[in-house]
């Protein structure tokens, strides 16, 4: 591709894609085409953050998903549960050859939202986890903007 620029594609997704749709799937019907439930499996895991508001000592988080709107409240993290969240979420290693091996732990990102969770709205279930790490990120980006926008105590 270039001069320090790589591309990383993930041989054989379509096959996990259509795997885990046939066990999520709710109804009967014919088989769905292995590179169909992967544009499935990818609408479903689309999350977009709509606002970040604080209530009180809590972030109420709102999301767009498929099918519409979700909102999540969830309490403010303590400095423990930050640190702990950002050491176990991604993992770097430096390979030979200028090579880096990047690893994201959603199961991370799932047990601090599980601590923190205080209620959501627009689910009939649990929420899924890739939801549930979109969420986390933005209640943590939003308390990361205002302690930048907050003056210094000692200015």
């Given amino acids: 591709m ?12 379509e096959v996990a894609d259509a795997a ?17 439930a992967s ?8 999350a977009d953050v709509d606002d970040v508001v604080q209530v009180g ?10 099918g ?3 909102t999540r409240l969830l309490k403010m993290p303590s400095a423990k549960d930050l640190f702990e969240y950002r050491r176990g979420f991604a993992r770097v290693l ?13 199961g991370a990102a799932g047990a601090l939202y599980k601590k923190l969770a205080a209620g959501t709205e627009g ?7 890739i939801h ?17 926008e907050s003056p210094a105590p000692n200015s």
Avoid: M
Avoid at 2 to 13: C, K, L, N, P
Avoid at 39 to 46: A, H, P, V
Avoid at 57 to 66: E, K, W
């Fill in 94 to 106: 430096d390979l030979p050859y200028n090579r880096q091996e990047l690893t994201i732990n959603l």
């Fill in 123 to 129: 689910y009939a279930g649990e929420a899924p986890i």
């Fill in 68 to 70: 519409g709107t979700v």
């Fill in 39 to 46: 544009r499935i499996i990818e609408q479903l895991s689309q």
């Fill in 20 to 36: 885990l749709l046939a066990k999520i799937r709710t109804e009967e019907g014919s088989e769905i085409d292995p590179f169909e």
């Fill in 132 to 148: 549930q790490a979109v969420a986390v990120k933005a209640a943590i980006d939003a308390l990361d903007a205002a302690c930048q």
């Fill in 2 to 13: 270039g001069r320090g620029v790589s591309e990383t594609i993930i041989g054989q997704a």
């Fill in 57 to 66: 000592d809590a972030l109420r988080v709102t999301l767009c998903v498929l």
